[in-house]
């Protein structure tokens, strides 16, 4: 099994309340591991996505992007 995304500075972010977005090498940065490759994973199964979802946020996978973007 791989490594696990370090979710702490994503998650500051999230508590903003804003829209936001990390290119690949933010997110790696940030979590220390890489975008999963799926795309559809990413955006809806993956620990990010749980996350986003337990803060109010969606995942948009775009080329080499996540945009964080607050649910309605």
Do not use: C, H, N
């Amino acid at each position: 099994m791989g490594k696990r995304p370090k979710l702490e500075g994503i998650l500051r972010r999230m508590k903003k309340g804003l829209d936001f977005e990390l290119t690949r090498s933010m997110y790696i940065k940030l979590t220390g591991v890489d975008i999963p490759q799926d795309k559809s994973y990413t955006e809806r199964k993956s620990a990010i996505a749980k996350l986003a979802e337990t803060e109010g946020y969606e995942v948009i996978v775009i080329q080499e992007k996540l945009l964080f973007r607050r649910k309605i």
